[in-house]
């Protein structure tokens, strides 16, 4: 995804160097521009917007540190190599200090002119997305949906389309794309927006339970039906029931929700009474709903009947480039529950966010961005507390450490983390998934109530004001 036509500068007081530079960028398709002077260099950066100024170190009127130094300062998004006939370490490790991208000794290869250049862009890339940090949520989404990727534009252009009609809609995605989130859209850009809103998991519940709390029973329709129930459908009526995990629907089930596509109607458990019923119905599955009508567990005209306007929700890792909206975002809002200010991203930190290829999707970053919002301790968050906030899924073991012996073996294989971050993590974890309850994390990882307690002393962890 590099751009292909980058700006950029080459400023060498031999104007031989210059020429061959250009040459060789020009082959590749970049639009170039050279100086023969740090002062002209200068004057030229202030008509335009360079991605990277190739800069040799030592001119005659004004040295490439002083142009490095100006544009670090006035023009920080762009990138400066440094190319020198001088080359010695000492300067090259001066030169990077000072902000460089990176350092070229002469001679070079146009291949390692090419090379270094191409590096330059994937950066520039990434600095042109981050540079957006602080315009939040509200400008990069639609309808608490953040992203502004093409593939996410094009969800929000069906959510619009979709949401002025009355269509069934099936949203489709994998684990923690935001179907529920695309789900509630739809409802809050349709005409039932001021009406209920009813979501239900279906297989949070068994069948005969499902059916009724669905159609509503009659009194006596089974045993313990004591009084008759309205069902969702019918609370719902005028507005939206948004169907969630719709493959584990059971077969007895799908010929009664038939009925509410076909005819708009439902009938109570237990009862004869057709009744009318309005209502909206959004569905939405993470598995293959096509197989299952092969495999006869879905009824295929159900399946025509919720197939009118799919939704495909596409996986975080096909559009990377939503990653920081989405990470500065969850930092905000958990920083803001837990009463902490809200630190800075390092671009770097972002670049690991980025190239990570989150399995368990938005929610996966969700909760890594929750987890940085404990562990980061100063103003920066830093590669180093990423790398610890993600280790798990890099990690041979897959999932977090459970037992003190399980975070033993992890800090032996993961020496390149710091192992404070490491423990840091282990007892983080161990308190979200017990809800902060001290006594239960702490037996969960089978640890004596007070040590678990000094280490939480020690890594200055609190639970976080208003609950997470
Ligand atoms: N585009 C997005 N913008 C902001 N938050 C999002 C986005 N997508 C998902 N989330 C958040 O990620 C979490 C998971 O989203 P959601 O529950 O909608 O996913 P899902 O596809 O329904 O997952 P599952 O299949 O596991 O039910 C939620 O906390 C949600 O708020
Ligand atoms: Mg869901």
């Not at 958990?334 to 390092?346: I, T």
Request: hydrophobic share 40%.
């Amino acid at each position: 995804m590099i751009d292909t036509k980058a700006e950029i500068l080459i400023v060498d007081d031999e104007l031989v160097i210059c020429k061959s530079c250009e040459k060789i960028f020009k082959r590749s398709g970049h639009n170039t521009t050279y100086a023969t002077g740090g002062v002209e260099a200068l004057n030229i950066l202030e008509t335009r917007e360079f991605d990277v100024v190739f800069t040799d170190l030592k001119m005659m009127d004004m040295g490439g540190m002083e142009v490095l130094r100006t544009v670090r300062q006035k023009y920080p998004d762009t990138l400066v190599v440094i190319i020198t006939g001088y080359a010695t370490i000492a300067s090259a490790v001066e030169t990077m200090r000072y902000g460089a991208f990176d350092y070229l000794p002469k001679p070079f290869t146009p291949a390692e002119l090419i090379a270094v250049l191409n590096k330059a862009l994937e950066k520039r890339k990434i600095i042109k997305i981050t540079s957006n940090k602080y315009n939040y949520c509200h400008e990069t989404g639609f309808e608490g949906l953040i992203g502004r990727s093409k593939e996410m534009c094009e969800v929000y252009d069906m959510i619009r389309k979709v949401g002025e009609t009355d269509s069934t809609v099936l949203i489709i995605g994998e684990s923690g794309t935001g179907k529920d989130l695309t789900a509630k859209a739809i409802h809050n850009v349709s005409k039932r927006k001021n009406e209920k809103y009813i979501p239900i998991d279906v297989s949070t519940l068994s069948s005969g339970i499902l059916e009724s709390e669905l159609f509503g029973h009659v009194k006596g329709a089974f045993t313990g039906a004591y009084t008759s129930k309205e069902g969702l459908f019918e609370a719902a009526d005028k507005g939206t029931v948004f169907l969630d995990e719709i493959g584990n629907l059971p077969l007895e089930t799908q010929s009664r929700l038939l009925r509410v596509l076909q005819q708009k109607e439902i009938i109570p458990v237990g009862s004869t009474d057709v009744k009318k019923v309005d209502v909206r119905l959004i569905f939405a599955t993470n598995s293959d709903l096509k197989q299952l009508v092969m495999s006869n567990k879905f009824r295929e005209d159900l399946y025509y009947r919720i197939n009118v306007f799919p939704i495909k929700l596409p996986p975080l890792r096909v559009r990377r480039e939503d990653i920081p909206d989405l990470a500065l975002h969850f930092l905000r809002h958990y920083c803001v529950l837990s009463e902490r200010v809200v630190p800075e991203m390092d671009v770097e930190a972002m670049e690991i966010l980025m190239n990570f290829h989150w399995p368990g999707n938005v929610r996966e970053l969700e909760h890594t961005m929750e987890r940085l919002t404990i562990l980061s301790d100063g103003p920066v968050i830093t590669p180093a507390h990423v790398s610890a906030a993600i280790y798990k899924a890099d990690a041979p073991m897959k999932s977090a450490p459970r037992t003190v012996e399980e975070l033993k073996q992890i800090k032996k294989q993961m020496r390149d983390y710091s192992i404070q971050e490491i423990e840091k993590m282990f007892i983080i974890d161990a308190l979200m998934r017990n809800n902060w309850n001290i006594s239960q994390a702490a037996r969960e990882v089978n640890m004596q109530r007070p040590n678990f307690q000094a280490l939480m002393k020690k890594y200055g962890i609190k639970k976080p004001v208003t609950g997470v």
